[in-house]
């Protein structure tokens, strides 16, 4: 079974900092790019990072830009998030997500650009 | 980059058709043909139904249909059950690893 969990989330002050982490099985994690997504206490689903299979490429949302570091150790099929200076906007459900590992068809590779596996999510909530 | 813009409410008696859109720009929705819709429950993790406009993933139900001209998506629930009553999200992928999500439609079976 394909699996993600998040965990590490917790109560933090304004201005401190939390790594909430994401265990994937039952995939060959080093295919598969991955992106953190969040959801505020009655909000929608907020996109806020995304790295390559290697790690070598990573984007973030504006919102989190200087402040979030993205990351994964693909020998324990772990990824990452580093949160520093946390807000009381940081306050979210933090979910772990993945894309489909590319497919191969004779010469050509295939990318898909959609996420087809979460995790259960991990809450961080930011309090003074 | 602002959220693509879906109905904050939809509803429907059991058996109707419902439709949400998502209208967003050619920054996002209508950049590529990569437009995705998720199932969200309360207290629960995001459920892909759709991927690539009208795909649908293993085991979803042919009842969920999805379009796309221009600027603009739409989910279409056919047969509308008490089960469906959930938030529903698009997303389109914008480019270079990132994604855009919609603002969310509640859906309500009366």
């Known amino acids: 079974e394909v699996r993600l969990v998040e965990s590490g989330g917790g109560f933090v002050q304004p201005g401190g900092s939390l790594r909430v982490s994401c265990a994937a099985s039952?995939?060959?994690?080093?295919?598969?790019?991955l992106t953190w997504v969040r959801q505020a206490p009655g909000k929608g689903l907020e996109f806020i990072s995304y790295?390559?299979?290697?790690?070598?490429?990573?984007y973030y949302a504006d919102s989190v830009k200087g402040r979030f570091t993205i990351s994964r150790d693909n020998a324990k099929n772990s990824l990452y998030l580093q949160m520093n200076s946390l807000r009381g906007e940081d306050t979210a459900v933090y979910f772990c997500?993945?894309?489909?590992?590319?497919?191969?068809?004779?010469?050509?590779?295939?990318?898909?650009?959609?996420?087809?596996?979460w995790g259960k999510g991990t809450t961080v909530t930011v309090f003074s | 980059q602002s959220a693509p813009t879906q109905p904050a409410s939809v509803s429907g008696s059991p058996g109707q058709s419902i439709t949400i859109s998502c209208s967003g720009t050619?920054?996002?929705?209508?950049?590529?043909?990569?437009v995705s819709w998720f199932q969200q429950e309360p207290g629960k993790a995001p459920k892909l139904i759709l991927y690539?406009?009208?795909a649908r993933p293993s085991g979803i139900s042919n009842r969920f249909s999805g379009s796309k001209s221009g600027n603009r998506a739409s989910l279409t629930i056919a047969g509308l059950q008490t089960d469906d009553e959930a938030d529903y999200y698009c997303?389109?992928?914008?480019?270079?690893?990132?994604?855009?999500f919609g603002s969310g439609t509640k859906v309500t079976v009366l």
């Open positions: 997500a993945r894309e489909p590992p590319p497919r191969y068809d004779w010469s050509d590779v295939h990318y898909s650009y959609y996420l087809d596996v």
């Open positions: 039952g995939f060959t994690f080093k295919s598969s790019s």
């Open positions: 790295i390559s299979p290697s790690g070598g490429t990573i």
């Open positions: 050619s920054s996002d929705v209508g950049r590529y043909d990569y």
């Open positions: 690539d406009v009208t």
């Open positions: 997303c389109a992928y914008a480019g270079s690893g990132t994604y855009v």
